[in-house]
C-alpha cells in the first residue's frame, strides 16, 4: 500500500509542476474556441445581468440628468429673459406706480426676444402694467415669488424676477418662449440612450470575453476532465492544464486533476489487487500454496514449447498419488488430512529445485514437472527422489506420526510423448498401473502400458454393446448347506460370450476381465441392476414353477453403492418381481467399507430394514476386516476361495478359514465357503464347523434351465457328489 501512495503523490507533484511550468511560459492556448463562449447560458446570464444592471443604473442617471439638462435650459431662458428685461427697465421713472417700460421697448421686446408676455410688479405686489400674451402666474404674496409656471405643453414658461435678480425695484413675471427646449431634451435623452447602449454593449462584450478567458474557458477545460474522467476513470485522459494554479479556478483545476488521478491510481491499484486475488485463487491451491491442475498444465505446455530461446529441454513428468489417503481422512478427520497434505506438499516442494513445477494436482495428487539434467538425467531418479521423501520419515500431525505413502508413476518428454497433454497422460497412466499393482510403488511408463489402455477402452465399448445386443447372461451356483446337504441358495454370477468370426464362434470373457472395466466406466451400475433384475425373476421362477424355495445371492460392486440409489432400486426390484426380501441377498466386498464408511453403514442399515440378506464375499482378503465388522448389520461371511483352496498343504490359510468360521460364529453369523472343489476341502470344513458350501464339487455356474436340472435332480445328500 505505502509504495502506492508515494508514487502517486510523487506523480502528482510532477505533473503538477509541468502545469505550473506550463502556464508560467505563457503556453496556454484557448482550449474552447470562441464560438463556445456565445453558447454559454451562464455567461449569457451574467452578461445580461450585468447589461441590465448598467442600463437601470445609466436610465437612473439619465433620470437626473435629464432634470439638470432641464434646470438648466431654463436658467439659460431666465438669463435671456434678464438680459433681455433689464436693459428695458428705465431707472428713470420715480412714479412707483408707473411702468418703468415703455411702450414701444416691450413690443420690440416682446418681438424680437422670446418673451412674449410680461407683468411688471412694484416692490410691493402691486401690478403696474402687463404687456403682450396673458399671464397665468399671479404674484398674490411673498411665497408667489418663488413659483415658476409652466405651460401644458411645455411650450412656455412664466419666470419671476425678483428685485434683486433685476437689482431694478420692481417685480416683473415674465412669460418665455420654451418650446425648443423639449426638443432639446429629446435630442439630449436620445444621444445620452445612444451613449449608453454602446457603452453597455462596450462593457458587456469585454466581460463576456474576460469571463470567457478566465472563468468559462477554464470550468470548460474542468469539465471535459471530468467527463473523460468519468469515461474511462482507470486511464483519464488528462491534458495538462494551462491555467494558473494560483488563481481560484487554477486551483480548482489542479485538485480535481489530483482527485482524477488519484482516483485512477485508486482504481489500477484495486483491480491490480483484485486481479491478484483472481490469479492466485485461480492458479493455486489454497490448502498447500502450491499451484493447482490449471497452472501444471499451463506449465508443462510451456516447457514443450520452450524458452525464450526456444530451447527445449527433455523433463520428467511425475504423477503421484498417496495411498489409502481417504482412509486417514475418513478414520481421522479433515484436519489431519489436511495436515498431511500440506506436509507432503512442504516436503515435495523442498526436495526439488526451483526449477521444477511441483503442485497439487488432485485432492491427494500431486504432479511435477523437473527438467531433467546432467545431475538427474532420468525420470526414475526423479521419481525415487520424489517417493523417498515421503517415505523417509512419519508426518507428525497434533504429536501422532503418519506413515504415508505414495504410489508414483512417470513419463518423460520428449520420449513418451511430444505434446504435453500426451506425457501427462502417460505419467496418469504410469501412476494406475502402480496403483493397480498394489501401490506404494513407481511405475515408469511404457508403450505396452498404452496397449492396455487401448484394450480397456475396446472392451468397454464391446460391453456397451453387449448391453445393447443382450450377450449378457446370468449362470447360477448352488449353495448347500453343510449339515442338512440341502440347496439353500444359488450365487448369480455374470457371463459374456462375446460372438466373433472365429470358428467357435465367440469367445467367452471372463468377469474379472470385464467387471473391472465396467465398475472403472460406471457402467456397472446398469448391468448390476440388470442382474438383480434377472436373477430375482429366476428365483421367483424356481419357486412358482418347481417349489424350489431358496435364496439368490447377487454380487454388488462398491460403485453401486456410491453411485446410485441402491435402497431404492432393492425395494423396487423386490415390488416389481414379487421374491420375499429373504430371498435375496446381496454379496459385497471389504472394498465398500473403503469409500465413505458412513454412507457405507447407512445404506446397510437400511437395506437390512428391507429384509434382504447382506453377505460379505471374499472375507479375509480385504483391508478393513475385523474392526468394522460388528458395525455392520451383516448376516454372512463368505470365506474367499483361496484359503479353501489351500487350506489343506497351507496351515496359514487352515488357520485364517478356521478363525473367519469362529469369528462370524462368535458375532452370530453364518459362514460359507466358496472355491469348495474336492470331498477333502468339505470334510475340512465339516470339522471347523462351517455351515455352507459352494464350489465346483457341487455344481460348476450354470444357465438357468441346467440349475433348475440340478437343483430337481439332486437326492439332497452331500455323498452323492463323491466320485
Ligand atoms: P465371486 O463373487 O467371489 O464369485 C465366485 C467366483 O468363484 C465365480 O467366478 C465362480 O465361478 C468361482 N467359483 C465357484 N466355485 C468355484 C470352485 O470350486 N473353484 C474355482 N476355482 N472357482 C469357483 P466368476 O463367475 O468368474 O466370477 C468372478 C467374480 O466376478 C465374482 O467373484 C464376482 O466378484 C464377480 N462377478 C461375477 N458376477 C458378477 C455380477 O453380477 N456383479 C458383480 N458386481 N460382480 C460379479
Ligand atoms: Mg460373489
Ligand atoms: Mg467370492
Known amino acids: 500500500m505505502l509504495p502506492v501512495s508515494k508514487s502517486i503523490s510523487s506523480e502528482l507533484s510532477v505533473s503538477v509542476k509541468k502545469n505550473k511550468q506550463k502556464s508560467s511560459e505563457g503556453t496556454a492556448h484557448l482550449i474552447s474556441p470562441p464560438t463556445q463562449i456565445w453558447k454559454s447560458r451562464i455567461s449569457w446570464r451574467i452578461t445580461l445581468a450585468v447589461f441590465m444592471t448598467i442600463l437601470a443604473v445609466q436610465a437612473g442617471i439619465l433620470n437626473i440628468t435629464m432634470n439638470k439638462f432641464e434646470m438648466g435650459r431654463l436658467d439659460h431662458l431666465r438669463e435671456i429673459g434678464r ?37 411688471v410688479y412694484s416692490s410691493q405686489l402691486d401690478l403696474i402694467k402687463t404687456y403682450g400674451e396673458p399671464l397665468t402666474l399671479v404674484m398674490l404674496d411673498r411665497e408667489s ?23 431694478r425695484p420692481y417685480i416683473i413675471v415674465a412669460r418665455l418662449d420654451s418650446s425648443h427646449i423639449p426638443g432639446e431634451l429629446q435630442a439630449y435623452v436620445k444621444e445620452t440612450i445612444l451613449i449608453m447602449l454602446l457603452m453597455s454593449a462596450f462593457v458587456t462584450t469585454v466581460l463576456m470575453i474576460a469571463m470567457g478567458r478566465w472563468l468559462l474557458e477554464p470550468i470548460l477545460f474542468m469539465r471535459s476532465n471530468l467527463i473523460a474522467a468519468s469515461e474511462n476513470p482507470e486511464n483519464p485522459k488528462i491534458t495538462p492544464s494551462p491555467f494558473d494554479p494560483s488563481d481560484e479556478i487554477g486551483g480548482a483545476i489542479e485538485i480535481a486533476q489530483k482527485l482524477i488521478q488519484q482516483n485512477a491510481d485508486n482504481i489500477r491499484h484495486i483491480r491490480g ?69 500440506r506436509g ?25 514437472i523437473m527438467p531433467l539434467s546432467t545431475d538427474i538425467n532420468s525420470a526414475r531418479d526423479v521419481a525415487e527422489r520424489v517417493i523417498n521423501v515421503i517415505r523417509s520419515e512419519p508426518f507428525k500431525v497434533f504429536n501422532e506420526q503418519f506413515q504415508v505413502r505414495a504410489s508414483v508413476g512417470v513419463s518423460t518428454f520428449p520420449d513418451d510423448g511430444t505434446d504435453p497433454d500426451k506425457v501427462r497422460k502417460n505419467a496418469d497412466i ?153 430371498r435375496l441377498e446381496l454379496e459385497v466386498t471389504e472394498s465398500v467399507f ?91 470344513l465339516v470339522k471347523e464347523e462351517c455351515d455352507e458350501v459352494q464350489g465346483y464339487r457341487y455344481a460348476r455356474p450354470c444357465p438357468n434351465e441346467d440349475f433348475v436340472k440340478f437343483v430337481t435332480s439332486y437326492n439332497g445328500k452331500l455323498s452323492s457328489f463323491d466320485k
Open 83 to 119: 438680459s433681455a428685461i433689464v436693459p428695458l427697465i428705465d431707472l428713470s421713472v420715480r412714479n412707483l406706480l408707473a411702468s418703468p417700460i415703455s411702450e414701444s421697448d416691450a413690443t420690440r421686446l416682446l418681438s424680437t426676444t422670446k418673451v412674449n408676455g410680461i407683468a
Open 344 to 368: 507432503v506438499g512442504k516436503r515435495l516442494r523442498t526436495s526439488m529445485p526451483e526449477s521444477a513445477t511441483v503442485s497439487r494436482t488432485g485432492e491427494d495428487e500431486f504432479g511435477i
Open 273 to 341: 489487487a483484485a486481479e491478484d486475488k483472481i490469479h492466485k485463487l485461480a492458479y493455486y491451491d489454497t490448502l498447500t500454496g502450491l499451484p493447482n491442475q490449471t497452472l501444471f498444465l499451463q506449465s508443462l505446455t510451456q516447457h514443450t514449447v520452450g524458452g525464450d530461446d526456444g530451447k527445449v529441454d527433455r523433463f520428467a513428468v511425475v504423477a503421484l498419488d498417496l495411498d489409502h489417503f481417504k482412509d486417514v481422512n475418513d478414520s481421522m478427520g479433515h484436519n489431519v488430512g489436511d495436515a498431511i497434505l
Open 594 to 684: 473403503m469409500d465413505d464408511i458412513d454412507h457405507t453403514v447407512q445404506t446397510l442399515k437400511e437395506l437390512h430394514a428391507i429384509g434382504v440378506e447382506l453377505a460379505i464375499d471374499d472375507f479375509g482378503t480385504g483391508y478393513s476386516s475385523l474392526s468394522y465388522l460388528r458395525q455392520f448389520p451383516i448376516d454372512r461371511l463368505k470365506i474367499d476361495q483361496s484359503f479353501i483352496r489351500n487350506a489343506l498343504n497351507n496351515p496359514d490359510d487352515a488357520a485364517i478359514a478356521r478363525t473367519i468360521v469362529s469369528l462370524g460364529h462368535s458375532l452370530n453369523l453364518k459362514v460359507i465357503a466358496e472355491g469348495v472343489e474336492t470331498k477333502d476341502h468339505e470334510s475340512f
Open 430 to 582: 504410469a501412476l494406475n498401473r502402480a496403483k493397480e499393482e498394489g501401490r506404494d510403488r513407481i511405475k515408469e511408463y511404457t508403450e505396452d502400458f498404452d496397449n492396455a489402455v487401448q484394450q480397456r477402452f475396446q472392451m468397454l465399448r464391446d460391453l456397451r454393446d453387449a448391453m445393447e445386443n443382450n450377450q449378457l447372461d446370468l449362470h447360477y451356483q448352488p449353495q448347500l448347506d453343510l449339515r442338512s446337504g440341502k440347496v439353500i441358495g444359488a450365487e448369480a454370477l455374470l457371463r459374456w460370450w462375446k460372438p466373433d468370426n472365429s470358428k467357435e464362434g465367440g469367445t467367452f470373457i471372463p468377469p474379472f476381465e470385464f467387471i473391472p472395466v465396467a465398475e472403472q466406466s460406471g457402467l456397472i451400475v446398469p448391468i448390476g441392476e440388470w442382474v438383480m433384475r434377472t436373477a430375482c425373476e429366476s428365483a421367483v421362477g424356481w419357486k412358482k414353477e418347481h417349489g424350489t424355495d431358496i435364496r439368490i445371492a447377487v454380487n454388488v460392486s462398491a460403485n453401486q453403492f456410491s453411485q446410485s440409489d441402491i435402497c431404492a432400486f432393492v425395494q423396487k426390484t423386490i415390488r416389481e418381481t414379487g421374491i420375499k426380501p429373504s
Open 145 to 167: 415669488l418663488s413659483k415658476t409656471h409652466r405651460s401644458y405643453d411645455g411650450g412656455s414658461y412664466e419666470l419671476v424676477f425678483r428685485a434683486n435678480d433685476l437689482n
